[in-house]
C-alpha cells in the first residue's frame, strides 16, 4: 500500500521558520520524482519545489525561491521542506507528491505526479 504522510505543519509568526517532512512507504522511493505543493483556501494546488531521484536536482517556484529548500533521504524514504522567512502568503496546506520518474529533470504539474499525501497545514500570521 502506497503511504505518503506528511508532518511538521503548525502556527508560526512571519520571519519564522518550519521543516516539513514526508515518509514514504510502500514505492521504491530511490526512483522517484519527489514534490511539494500547496493550496490555499479558494486557490489553485500549485507547485512549490521540487527534487530528482538523486537529489541532484532541485526546482523552486519563484515565489520561495532562496527561502525554501528541499531535500531528501533515499536511505530513510523521506522527503525535507525547510521554510525560512516564512510569510502570510506562505499559508495553506502543504502536500508532497511522487512521480514514477528518474529523469533529470522535475514536473511542476499537479497532474504528472502519481501519488500524493493528505496534506498539513502551515499558517503564517503577521
Known amino acids: 500500500q ?3 504522510v506528511e508532518s511538521g505543519g503548525g502556527l508560526v509568526q512571519a520571519g519564522g521558520s518550519l ?3 514526508c515518509a514514504a512507504s510502500g514505492l521504491s ?9 500547496r493550496q490555499a483556501p479558494g486557490k ?12 541532484r536536482n532541485t526546482y523552486y517556484a519563484d ?3 532562496g527561502r ?3 531535500s531528501r533521504d533515499n536511505a530513510k524514504n ?9 510569510k502570510p502568503e506562505d499559508t495553506a496546506v502543504y502536500y508532497c507528491a511522487a512521480e514514477h520518474s528518474t529523469a533529470t ?10 501519488y500524493w499525501g493528505q496534506g498539513t497545514q502551515v499558517t503564517v500570521s503577521s
Request: hydrophobic residues 50%.
Open 2 to 4: 502506497v503511504q505518503l
Open 19 to 21: 521543516r516539513l517532512s
Open 29 to 37: 522511493f530511490h526512483a522517484l520524482t519527489m514534490g511539494w505543493f
Open 105 to 114: 529533470i522535475v514536473a511542476v504539474t499537479t497532474k504528472s505526479y502519481d
Open 63 to 65: 515565489s520561495v525561491k
Open 78 to 86: 523521506t522527503l525535507y521542506l525547510q521554510m525560512n522567512s516564512l
Open 44 to 55: 489553485e494546488r500549485e507547485f512549490v519545489a521540487g527534487i530528482t531521484w538523486s537529489g
Open 68 to 70: 525554501f529548500t528541499i
